[in-house]
């Protein structure tokens, strides 16, 4: 499927980019509170507005949201330290209030936009089973043949993501997300700081298990390498290292 000039919103004007982040969350397996992740919110955002595009950021619940920890270059971990394009988002004032106010997806026309991007961190995975506009939303997109794109834990919504017959979006498509290998790694790693008891899982499910349980042909790159890859105008990208992949696959799909 080609995607260029198809279903454009208005040729004449800049794309159009519905980035959509999770809302704050407590984790049902370690209790611990959970939300975005800062750098696929970021990366992607800063390449689009590179290219000249709109960006608008929305989340299911409008509002405030919060990032996982350990994601803020900030963050006493260190673990993202080296992420000077999210140190550079959050301290600055106009784009951090983005996040402070984040749009209601319901309010999202679907119609203004040339591509819908679902970021991911550990928030996904708890909310977005029952986040039905965002479920129905991003099918909308890929319906109209415009850019559906989800990244890391945001392909959690393609578990979910149906069609009106009641069969999966991602069924017989090509895609990648967080991989087990990339759990497995996480998991450990907790475990050996006695974050949490031997045995048991940062996340309650597993976005490759899922995906191939639903029929996709799930792909992935190995551990921690940035992936992406698209399927016709479904667009995947690995996990929070994946951002910039995953723009570049978005913004050759729209053609600019």
């Not at 959050?90 to 040339?114: M, Y």
């Not at 790694?185 to 976005?207: C, E, N, Y």
Request: proline share 5%; glycine share 10%; aromatic share 10%.
């Amino acid at each position: 499927m080609s995607l260029k000039n198809a279903n454009p919103v208005n040729p004449r004007l800049p794309k159009r980019v519905a980035i959509v982040i999770a809302n704050p969350a407590v984790s049902p397996t370690t209790g611990w509170p959970v939300g975005f992740w800062w750098s696929e919110l970021t990366h992607p955002y800063l390449a689009f507005v590179e290219k000249g595009y709109e960006v608008e950021i929305f989340s299911p619940d409008g509002g405030a949201c919060q990032a996982d920890g350990m994601s803020d270059p900030s963050d006493a971990s260190g673990y993202s330290s080296s992420d000077l394009i999210s140190q550079g988002f959050i301290h600055t004032p106009a784009l951090k209030a983005l996040v402070d106010n984040t749009a209601k997806l319901a309010d999202l026309d679907v119609a203004r936009f040339d591509a819908i991007v679902v970021a991911g961190g550990q928030a996904p995975m708890v909310t977005y089973a029952g986040a039905e506009d965002l479920q129905k939303k991003f099918v909308a997109f890929y319906e109209a043949g415009k850019v559906a794109c989800a990244l890391c834990h945001g392909t959690a919504i393609l578990g979910y993501a149906r069609f009106s017959n009641g069969s999966f979006l991602a069924a017989g498509k090509t895609v990648t997300g967080f991989a087990n290998v990339e759990e497995d790694f996480a998991d450990t790693a907790v475990w050996s700081m006695g974050a949490l008891p031997q045995g048991k899982h940062l996340m309650a499910w597993r976005i490759e298990d899922r995906l191939k349980e639903i029929g996709a042909n799930y792909v992935q790159a190995g551990l921690w390498k940035g992936f992406a890859i698209r399927d016709g105008n479904l667009i995947t990208g690995q996990q929070n290292f994946s951002g910039g992949e995953t723009a570049a696959l978005v913004i050759a799909a729209l053609g600019e």
